[in-house]
């Protein structure tokens, strides 16, 4: 994408791990950088660190607020903000609905306030943070995985939809990431998850090459891609393989 340097970006969940790995990049460029969360205490001291703006609350009605403090400009939405949930189907309808109002609908009430501002500019980018349990599915974890397939889906429906008026469009799809949702995410993060897992700034490094690249997919584990072509090209086969790693971690006794 070239430059950021004076760009006005928001990172929403930006109280630690991913979100702060790229609200630190991004000012480390240039960018004027407003970072959010639900406790201010998480974000203050980060704010002053990167000279950026904390704005403090749920992540789906800031923008009007991440607005004024970038003197009425926002060209890069981060929705980071994510809710591990772990659980199977028998999981609380609070724990379903939790998952889905933070990992979907997060994402679609920033885009309703962003794209008419966008649309009208011609210009605008909007990166996801998904998982790679949006592209493959993770054991243990049936309200994360399938709000993460949500994530994804939406992502895609903005990149399809605008592409051609000038919305750039990234969905973050990384494996384990050494971050407090790794930990949220039990035994089975553990058992799948822990053994590759990567630093933040990694897959802050991942989403800076596909924006240069202007590449939709971000993998910061270049593996996934394989896992995916192969979840693809034979599903009964990749679910078989799935079934016998659930086997395994129920054998474990988690």
């Not at 997060?106 to 943070?129: K, N, Q, S």
């Amino acid at each position: 994408m070239g430059t950021v340097q004076g760009v006005g970006v928001v990172v929403t969940g930006a109280g630690g791990g991913i979100g702060a790995a790229l609200a630190r990049r991004f000012a480390a460029k240039g960018a004027r950088v407003v970072v959010n969360d639900l406790d201010a205490a998480r974000i203050e001291p980060l704010a002053e660190e990167i000279g950026g703006f904390a704005v403090a609350g749920d992540a789906s009605g800031i923008v009007d607020a991440a607005r004024e403090a970038l003197d009425g400009t926002v060209d890069v939405y981060c929705a980071n903000a994510g809710l591990a949930s772990p659980g199977d189907a028998f999981a609380d309808e609070e724990v379903w609905a939790a998952a889905w109002d933070v990992n979907v609908m997060a994402h679609v009430r920033a885009a309703r306030a962003l794209l008419p501002d966008w649309l009208e500019r011609g210009g605008g980018r909007f990166v996801t943070t998904a998982s790679a349990a949006g592209l493959l599915t993770m054991i243990g974890a049936a309200p994360y995985s399938v709000t993460k397939h949500g994530a994804v889906a939406f992502a895609e429906w903005l990149s399809l939809t605008y592409r051609h008026r000038g919305i750039k469009v990234h969905a973050i799809c990384p494996q384990g990431v050494r971050t407090d949702m790794l930990t949220a995410a039990g035994a089975a993060g553990e058992l799948v998850l822990a053994p590759g897992a990567i630093e933040p700034d990694a897959v802050a490094d991942a989403l800076f090459a596909a924006m240069d690249e202007d590449r939709f997919l971000v993998l910061p584990h270049p593996e996934v891609a394989g896992y995916y072509r192969a979840r693809a090209t034979d599903p009964d086969r990749w679910m078989g393989g799935m079934n016998k790693l659930q086997q395994k971690w129920e054998a474990s006794g988690a």
